[in-house]
């Protein structure tokens, strides 16, 4: 509980800088391609959280995107999975739609989950077995949805893309309309509030969905890979995150087809 309460004052503080940050400039720079932003606040916001946990709780271990924590291989102890911003082309482009992800682990379980949408000051919290809040708020459970009647949170980019593209283009025509918000952490949370039914990434890591799994499970919802395999939290996969109807619904899709399973092999491996 100690951990619980601890991590949603310093996602609040860590908002509170994000905000408090912006009314200054920052720089922006590319990563491995010129759409893949990063900015100073990025790895201020990052050296924060870091700082804030192991001041509090030495014997943490942090895996942070903008660089914390490469040396971590295992879930040994208590574990941190932190994406300072989620959606940095949203803070870049639009200074909105951008999200603070924090995902804690024990000995490798889910232990909590919190996600702050930063300008709308809203905190998505769950303790593990104890359900999902918006703010002081309990979030229902989900219900069961068909993929001809749901909206569906989707990249256009993995629509686009040579090798599974044609999977997620059977989707798009299957189900009511796709939303594309630029965020994997407020999609987890949309989905878990039934704004969109479902979720679907082609590549994600740990920091993009430790937080949102933990939260939407909490709802009554399911994530698993693409290919339905259990997601492993130290690594890149696919993600499928939904009401467990929707869910099954969609796994279908990509189950039933050997071209993207191939393609899917080739990024993610063989589990
Ligand atoms: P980021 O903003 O922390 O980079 C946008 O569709 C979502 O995908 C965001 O959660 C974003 O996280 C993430 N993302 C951005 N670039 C990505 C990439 N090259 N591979 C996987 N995920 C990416
Ligand atoms: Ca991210
Ligand atoms: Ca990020």
Redesign the pocket.
Known sequence: MEIYEFGKELISEAGDFIRGRMLEDFRVDAK??PN?LVTDVDHETEAFIYERILEHWPEHRIIG?EGHGTDVEDTRGVLWIV?P???????VHQLQN?AISIGVYIDGKPYAGFILDVMNDNLYHALAGKGAYKNDVRLGRMQDTHLAKSLIAL?S?WVIKEGIGHTFTEVVKDARSTR?Y????L?FVNTAQGIVSAAL?F???P??YAAGMIILAETGGVTTNLLGEEINILK?DSVLAGNPGIHEELKQYFTSDEKFIASHRKAHGEK
């Open positions: 491995l391609n893949d995107e994406d911003i989620d959606g940095t082309l949203n803070f951008f990249n980019n594309s630029g965020s994997a952490a999609d990434f590549r994600l890591h920091w993009d890149k």
